[in-house]
């Protein structure tokens, strides 16, 4: 109905009487004489257009738009917004060239924020529009964490004051060798199905983590509903902070029995009430184990313009007031020269390339990357100076490059250097290695691996398992016995900063074996308006919010 009168304004003028027919609007609707005689009885009827006829064959009747053209589109948007098709009321505004228009602005941020509807507290807001995988085990993106953390919860829970694993689902648990692990549950935690969370979800959960490969080697048993015990095959005393990644989120072992598709329930503080391709509303989970969020409900709606709410990758429009926030991730993008098989077995071919390669000219400076020399930020080396290409007879070169999900790889990085190689005659090949290839497969297929590695809020597991997992190539490139070691001590040290140092002799080792060349360290910044009420809203280091500490004051 609104995409008719809309079409009127490509015609006629607001407020200004034009002669007009039947036959000629049904042209521009591109209908029959018949319905357009319906549509124009259905505009006059709800007061959008004006419509009279004159007594005389050769006299043709006369239209009056009543509305003005901006007032047509609020109607029309309002009416998808209130069926709840999103998508086609952006697209409305994008057709229009509506978006950056201050009036729609407001249209925009009446919908979003805080509302109460029907006693309930909900907090709306749009969200990127991406596929999201449900399942925690086979997440990567940030979107994908976000929406674990509301919805699932794992064993232990980080503390980054304490540098500690705190117990979640764990109620308690003992070691004496740091290999024999015993744990009690919590009793009385229920998944969003209501059903209770016992040591058999726990079991299922931690053997599909197993079979990843993402866990230590070791033997799971469940002894009671609440007890079950983890023998590793080599000790660490870091399990229960390895316990607190996302990927170890705790789900039904009947949904893993019955094939683990779908969307699997949690037992986190919100639940999935309603989802279609254009709108998620999570819900509280009344038998939420930890403290109860305020918030009743957060209306999440996918769209292309997430700008619009007021937090925005990009700066907003110069006159609104804005904060700019920027956030110095840890850990950095890399090359590595593989010193275990091939070519780069020569040391000679390894340092050259090495010293030659200008970290800087991998560097966006417009999105705030700066040179890496560590992991860490608060590690980084000295640069050392560029120097020029030795003369020598390079060997083929394979290069394989880190793919970590469809459309999110370093292409960019692996093209710069394939400029730099072809400029001074190096053969080369440059392949996307596959997604969830091994460490084993990286090795024996590449004399040069481009990839990267994001250390999260625990900067020792993330730093250890980035140097040396079974998802990472970076110490396996080199095979050095001592650098095993000093990783192997970090598994066992009680003492952060000491585990932290070994680390750092570790990743020297790489450097100096010209096996690790460091590039960049990223950077992520966002806007957010300051005209906008975010009171009580936590954004973390990606722009996102924590739905679990929303409250509105009065």
Known sequence: MFQYLLKLYEHFEVGQPSTTSIAELAQIWCCST?????????????????????????????LLLQLTKLDAIYLAFDYYWQQQQFKEAYTLLQQYDMLSHPQVDSWLQQRYGFTNEEERDIFRYPYPNIMLNYDPLNGNSR?????????????????????RAKPNLVYGYHTTDAKKWTFTLRKN??????????SEDVIASL????????????????????????????????????????????????????????VPVGCGAFYIAEQNEQHMRL?????????????DDVDIIFTENIHQFGISALPFAPHITQQKMTYQEQGADFILFNATRGPLCNEKYR??????????????????????????TANNREQQAVAPLSLLDFPYLHIGVQQIRPQANHLREAQILSSFLTAHNIPHAISLMPIGASVHYCVQHYDIFIGGIAIGRDQLLGWLYGLDSDRSPISTFLGSAQVQ??????????????????????????????????????QHVFYVRKDLPFHNIVFDTHGKIDYRKIYREI
């Not at 994908?144 to 232990?156: C, G, R, S, T």
């Open 351 to 376: 340092r050259a390339l090495f010293e030659a390669i200008d970290a800087a000219s991998y560097c966006l400076i417009e999105e705030g990357e700066i040179v890496a020399t560590s992991f860490l």
């Open 485 to 522: 070691a000093l990783l192997q001590q970090a598994t066992m040290c009680e003492d952060n900063k000491q585990a932290l140092q070994l680390l750092y002799e570790a990743e020297q080792h790489l450097i100096d074996a010209f096996v690790l060349k460091f590039l960049t360290h990223r």
């Open 143 to 163: 979107h994908d964490i976000h929406l674990y953390n509301q919805i699932h919860e794992p064993l232990f829970v980080y503390c980054a004051e304490t540098e």
């Open 283 to 295: 819900s509280v989970f009344p038998k939420y184990f930890q403290q109860r969020p305020w918030i």
């Open 34 to 62: 018949r319905y357009a005689k319906v549509l124009v009885k259905k505009c006059a009827e709800r007061g959008w257009l004006e419509w009279q006829t004159v007594q005389g064959r050769s006299k043709k009747p006369t």
């Open 189 to 198: 935690i229920y998944f969003h199905d209501g059903t209770k969370l016992t």
């Open 207 to 262: 053997k599909r983590v197993c079979s990843k490969e993402l866990l230590p080697k070791a033997q799971l048993t469940a002894i009671s509903p609440y007890h079950f015990t983890i023998e590793l095959t080599q000790p660490t005393t870091l399990l229960p902070r390895l316990l607190c990644g996302y990927r170890f989120s705790i789900v039904p072992a009947k949904w893993i029995e019955a094939g683990a598709q779908g």
